[in-house]
Protein backbone atom coordinates (compact mmCIF):
# COMPACT_ATOMS: atom_id res chain seq x y z
CA UNK A 1 0.00 0.00 0.00
CA UNK A 2 1.01 3.54 -0.27
CA UNK A 3 1.87 5.19 3.14
CA UNK A 4 3.00 8.60 3.99
CA UNK A 5 3.79 9.52 7.63
CA UNK A 6 4.22 13.03 9.44
CA UNK A 7 4.37 14.18 13.06
CA UNK A 8 0.41 15.01 13.83
CA UNK A 9 1.84 17.59 16.01
CA UNK A 10 4.82 20.32 16.52
CA UNK A 11 5.10 22.85 18.63
CA UNK A 12 7.78 26.10 17.89
CA UNK A 13 8.66 29.26 19.42
CA UNK A 14 8.88 32.75 17.88
CA UNK A 15 12.56 33.16 15.85
CA UNK A 16 13.52 29.91 16.09
CA UNK A 17 13.94 27.20 13.47
CA UNK A 18 11.68 24.10 13.33
CA UNK A 19 12.12 20.67 10.75
CA UNK A 20 8.92 18.98 9.89
CA UNK A 21 10.01 15.55 8.60
CA UNK A 22 7.83 12.99 6.01
CA UNK A 23 8.39 9.70 5.23
CA UNK A 24 7.36 7.84 2.16
CA UNK A 25 6.00 4.62 1.05
CA UNK A 26 4.20 4.63 -2.92
CA UNK A 27 4.06 2.94 -5.81
CA UNK A 28 6.45 4.86 -8.06
CA UNK A 29 7.45 8.55 -7.51
CA UNK A 30 7.23 11.97 -9.21
CA UNK A 31 8.07 14.23 -7.28
CA UNK A 32 7.20 15.79 -3.55
CA UNK A 33 5.09 19.06 -2.47
CA UNK A 34 4.77 20.79 0.76
CA UNK A 35 1.70 22.81 1.40
CA UNK A 36 0.76 24.97 4.03
CA UNK A 37 -2.90 25.23 5.02
CA UNK A 38 -4.23 27.75 7.90
CA UNK A 39 -7.48 26.92 10.22
CA UNK A 40 -10.49 27.06 7.92
CA UNK A 41 -8.50 27.83 4.63
CA UNK A 42 -7.81 26.09 1.52
CA UNK A 43 -4.02 24.42 1.09
CA UNK A 44 -1.39 26.67 -0.77
CA UNK A 45 1.72 25.51 -2.40
CA UNK A 46 4.81 25.62 -1.30
CA UNK A 47 7.29 23.50 -2.25
CA UNK A 48 7.73 20.85 -5.15
CA UNK A 49 10.79 18.76 -5.12
CA UNK A 50 11.52 15.63 -7.41
CA UNK A 51 15.53 15.82 -7.89
CA UNK A 52 17.46 14.99 -4.24
CA UNK A 53 19.07 17.96 -2.10
CA UNK A 54 17.64 21.19 -0.71
CA UNK A 55 15.61 23.90 -2.24
CA UNK A 56 15.29 27.34 -0.50
CA UNK A 57 13.06 29.75 -0.71
CA UNK A 58 13.16 32.56 1.25
CA UNK A 59 12.40 31.43 5.17
CA UNK A 60 11.36 28.24 3.73
CA UNK A 61 12.99 24.96 2.58
CA UNK A 62 12.77 21.69 1.76
CA UNK A 63 15.08 18.66 1.21
CA UNK A 64 14.31 15.32 -0.53
CA UNK A 65 16.37 12.37 -0.31
CA UNK A 66 14.60 9.27 -2.99
CA UNK A 67 16.65 6.50 -1.76
CA UNK A 68 15.80 7.26 1.62
CA UNK A 69 12.03 7.88 1.04
CA UNK A 70 12.08 11.00 2.83
CA UNK A 71 11.80 14.60 3.03
CA UNK A 72 11.75 17.90 5.37
CA UNK A 73 10.19 21.09 5.35
CA UNK A 74 12.30 23.90 7.23
CA UNK A 75 11.22 26.46 8.73
CA UNK A 76 13.18 29.20 9.89
CA UNK A 77 12.60 33.06 11.41
CA UNK A 78 9.39 31.38 12.67
CA UNK A 79 6.49 34.37 12.43
CA UNK A 80 3.58 33.52 14.85
CA UNK A 81 1.58 33.35 11.15
CA UNK A 82 3.28 30.43 10.53
CA UNK A 83 0.78 28.31 13.00
CA UNK A 84 -0.80 26.21 10.24
CA UNK A 85 -0.64 22.50 9.09
CA UNK A 86 1.70 21.57 6.64
CA UNK A 87 1.00 18.67 4.45
CA UNK A 88 3.17 16.12 2.77
CA UNK A 89 2.14 15.05 -0.49
CA UNK A 90 3.93 12.37 -3.23
CA UNK A 91 3.38 12.35 -6.62
CA UNK A 92 3.18 8.61 -7.51
CA UNK A 93 3.64 6.39 -10.33
CA UNK A 94 0.11 7.74 -12.02
CA UNK A 95 0.51 11.10 -11.58
CA UNK A 96 -2.03 11.38 -8.66
CA UNK A 97 -0.95 12.96 -5.55
CA UNK A 98 -0.89 10.94 -2.15
CA UNK A 99 -1.24 12.72 0.59
CA UNK A 100 -0.11 12.56 4.54
CA UNK A 101 -1.99 13.40 7.14
CA UNK A 102 -0.52 16.89 7.53
CA UNK A 103 1.72 18.33 10.38
CA UNK A 104 -0.11 20.67 12.76
CA UNK A 105 2.61 23.43 14.41
CA UNK A 106 2.18 25.53 16.98
CA UNK A 107 4.14 28.72 16.91
CA UNK A 108 4.36 30.10 20.84
CA UNK A 109 6.09 33.71 21.94
CA UNK B 1 -0.93 30.29 -10.76
CA UNK B 2 -4.77 29.53 -11.09
CA UNK B 3 -7.05 31.22 -8.88
CA UNK B 4 -9.73 29.12 -7.95
CA UNK B 5 -13.64 30.16 -6.68
CA UNK B 6 -16.16 28.48 -5.10
CA UNK B 7 -19.72 28.29 -4.38
CA UNK B 8 -21.84 28.25 -2.13
CA UNK B 9 -18.75 28.94 0.43
CA UNK B 10 -20.85 26.76 3.47
CA UNK B 11 -24.69 25.55 3.58
CA UNK B 12 -26.93 24.11 5.97
CA UNK B 13 -29.18 20.98 4.34
CA UNK B 14 -31.35 18.76 5.69
CA UNK B 15 -30.89 14.55 5.26
CA UNK B 16 -31.99 12.93 1.63
CA UNK B 17 -31.28 16.26 -0.36
CA UNK B 18 -28.91 17.07 -2.75
CA UNK B 19 -26.35 19.94 -2.82
CA UNK B 20 -24.45 21.18 -6.01
CA UNK B 21 -21.04 22.81 -5.55
CA UNK B 22 -19.57 24.95 -8.59
CA UNK B 23 -15.30 25.42 -9.29
CA UNK B 24 -14.52 27.97 -11.32
CA UNK B 25 -11.29 28.36 -12.54
CA UNK B 26 -9.75 31.71 -14.12
CA UNK B 27 -7.91 29.96 -16.64
CA UNK B 28 -7.34 26.92 -18.16
CA UNK B 29 -6.24 23.86 -16.12
CA UNK B 30 -5.46 20.21 -17.40
CA UNK B 31 -6.54 18.64 -14.20
CA UNK B 32 -9.34 19.13 -11.72
CA UNK B 33 -10.05 17.53 -8.72
CA UNK B 34 -12.55 16.76 -5.79
CA UNK B 35 -11.53 16.73 -2.14
CA UNK B 36 -13.06 16.21 1.21
CA UNK B 37 -11.54 17.25 3.96
CA UNK B 38 -12.88 16.53 7.64
CA UNK B 39 -12.19 18.64 10.49
CA UNK B 40 -8.03 18.42 11.76
CA UNK B 41 -7.66 15.80 9.12
CA UNK B 42 -5.48 15.69 5.38
CA UNK B 43 -7.40 15.29 2.16
CA UNK B 44 -9.67 12.55 0.55
CA UNK B 45 -9.47 12.81 -3.11
CA UNK B 46 -13.29 11.72 -4.36
CA UNK B 47 -12.39 11.92 -7.91
CA UNK B 48 -10.76 13.32 -11.10
CA UNK B 49 -13.40 15.42 -12.97
CA UNK B 50 -12.40 14.80 -16.99
CA UNK B 51 -13.28 17.61 -19.52
CA UNK B 52 -16.59 16.07 -21.63
CA UNK B 53 -16.43 12.43 -20.00
CA UNK B 54 -16.91 10.52 -17.16
CA UNK B 55 -15.23 11.15 -14.03
CA UNK B 56 -12.71 9.28 -12.31
CA UNK B 57 -13.82 8.05 -9.13
CA UNK B 58 -11.76 6.77 -5.94
CA UNK B 59 -12.07 3.79 -4.16
CA UNK B 60 -15.17 4.19 -1.80
CA UNK B 61 -16.72 6.86 -4.28
CA UNK B 62 -19.48 6.33 -6.64
CA UNK B 63 -21.28 8.33 -9.11
CA UNK B 64 -24.66 7.77 -7.87
CA UNK B 65 -24.16 9.57 -4.36
CA UNK B 66 -21.10 12.15 -6.21
CA UNK B 67 -21.43 13.08 -9.87
CA UNK B 68 -19.48 15.12 -11.53
CA UNK B 69 -19.65 17.47 -14.55
CA UNK B 70 -17.01 19.26 -16.30
CA UNK B 71 -18.50 20.69 -19.37
CA UNK B 72 -15.20 22.77 -20.30
CA UNK B 73 -11.94 23.37 -19.18
CA UNK B 74 -12.16 26.20 -16.44
CA UNK B 75 -15.44 25.01 -14.67
CA UNK B 76 -16.48 21.72 -12.98
CA UNK B 77 -19.64 20.83 -10.67
CA UNK B 78 -19.68 18.18 -7.81
CA UNK B 79 -23.59 16.94 -6.44
CA UNK B 80 -23.19 15.35 -2.90
CA UNK B 81 -26.79 13.18 -3.88
CA UNK B 82 -29.41 12.16 -0.87
CA UNK B 83 -27.41 14.00 1.81
CA UNK B 84 -27.15 12.01 5.55
CA UNK B 85 -25.18 13.74 8.39
CA UNK B 86 -22.19 11.76 7.47
CA UNK B 87 -21.45 14.24 4.29
CA UNK B 88 -21.14 17.02 6.78
CA UNK B 89 -17.38 18.23 5.71
CA UNK B 90 -15.48 21.05 3.62
CA UNK B 91 -15.37 20.17 0.06
CA UNK B 92 -12.48 21.15 -2.07
CA UNK B 93 -11.84 21.94 -5.66
CA UNK B 94 -8.34 21.59 -7.52
CA UNK B 95 -6.93 22.53 -10.76
CA UNK B 96 -3.04 21.76 -11.91
CA UNK B 97 -1.83 22.27 -14.86
CA UNK B 98 -1.64 23.37 -18.05
CA UNK B 99 1.02 20.57 -19.66
CA UNK B 100 2.69 18.58 -17.33
CA UNK B 101 2.73 20.95 -14.17
CA UNK B 102 1.17 19.07 -11.38
CA UNK B 103 1.20 21.42 -8.54
CA UNK B 104 -2.69 21.76 -7.52
CA UNK B 105 -4.27 24.91 -6.36
CA UNK B 106 -7.30 24.94 -4.44
CA UNK B 107 -10.38 26.48 -3.98
CA UNK B 108 -11.50 28.15 -1.07
CA UNK B 109 -13.46 25.31 -0.12
CA UNK B 110 -17.37 24.55 0.67
CA UNK B 111 -18.44 24.01 4.23
CA UNK B 112 -21.31 21.38 4.26
CA UNK B 113 -23.53 20.55 7.28
CA UNK B 114 -26.03 18.16 7.12
CA UNK B 115 -28.94 17.93 9.52
Known amino acids: GQNIDQPTEMTATEGAIVQINCTYQ??????LFWYQQHAGEAPTFLSYNVLDGLEEKGRFSSFLSRSKGYSYLLLKELQMKDSASYLCAVLDSNYQLIWGAGTKLIIKP | SAVISQKPSRDICQRGTSLTIQCQVDSQVTMMFWYRQQPGQSLTLIATANQGSEATYESGFVIDKFPISRPNLTFSTLTVSNMSPEDSSIYLC????????????FGPGTRLTVT
Open chain 1, 26 to 31: TSGFNG
Open chain 2, 94 to 105: SGSGPGDSYEQY
